[in-house]
Nanobody, 116 residues
């Protein structure tokens, strides 16, 4: 059974930090590129960060560059998103996605709320 399970979301004050995790199972994790997306109510789902299967290439949306870091542990089958200096506009449901060729898998999402 293919699963992507996100965790680590919650309520944090502006300027604070959170680390999101996405644990994969049921497929060959090491062969897949991994992506983080986010979606606020009434808005489009936007790409936040990506990381290649071998961790050699990473990319970030302009809005999070310098604040967020994506990484992966291919032994633990887990991808991470370290989020620092959080802003209210970072509030959204965050989703992880796995892609290899024509195969795409999505997680269920985890809520991040940045508010005082």
């Amino acid at each position: 059974q293919v699963q992507l399970v996100e965790s680590g979301g919650g309520l944090v004050q502006p300027g604070g930090s959170l680390r999101l995790s996405c644990v994969a199972s049921g497929f060959t994790f090491t062969s897949y590129a991994m992506y983080w997306y986010r979606q606020a109510p009434g808005k489009e789902r936007d790409l936040v960060a990506s990381i290649s299967s071998n961790s050699g290439d990473t990319s970030y949306a302009d809005s999070v560059k310098g604040r967020f870091t994506v990484s992966r542990d291919n032994v633990k089958n887990t991808v991470y998103l370290q989020m620092n200096s959080l802003k209210p506009e970072d509030t959204a449901v965050y989703y992880c996605k796995a892609v290899r060729a024509f195969r795409t898998y999505w997680g269920q999402g985890t809520q991040v709320t940045v508010s005082s």
